[in-house]
């Protein structure tokens, strides 16, 4: 089994900066890539960032140059450095892996979720 948990969500007015991480644990083999992802009420499900293992990134337009999408493979975890939060970031941030457990099973992953609200 493999998991993926997501923490560091929180309230922050606009302007702000948070740093949610999400941590990758169980039979992990290899981790190919890992994603944030976010949905806020009433919409779909977006990607928000990427990262793939040699290390390079994408990126959604509507955060380029305010988020940083980074990974500890010596930890297994992924972080998202949010700069300079909008209310329209406001949502539940999703972790997604794509990962080969020891079993040589390959699929995706998610994690539970960690909710972020910009607000004054």
């Known amino acids: 089994q493999v998991q993926l948990v997501e923490s560091g969500g929180d309230l922050v007015q606009p302007g702000g900066s948070l740093r949610p991480s999400c941590a990758v644990s169980?039979?992990?083999?290899?981790?190919?890539?890992m994603a944030w992802y976010r949905q806020a009420p009433a919409k779909q499900r977006e990607l928000v960032a990427g990262?793939?293992?040699?290390?390079?990134?994408n990126y959604a337009d509507s955060v380029k140059g305010r988020f940083t999408i980074s990974r500890d493979n010596a930890k297994n975890t992924v972080y998202l450095q949010m700069n300079s939060l909008k209310p329209e970031d406001t949502a539940v941030y999703y972790c997604?892996?794509?990962?080969?457990?020891?079993?040589?099973?390959?699929?995706?992953?998610w994690g539970q979720g960690t909710q972020v609200t910009v607000s004054s």
């Open positions: 997604n892996g794509d990962i080969v457990s020891r079993t040589l099973m390959r699929r995706e992953y």
């Open positions: 169980g039979s992990i083999f290899r981790i190919n890539a």
């Open positions: 990262i793939i293992s040699g290390g390079s990134t």
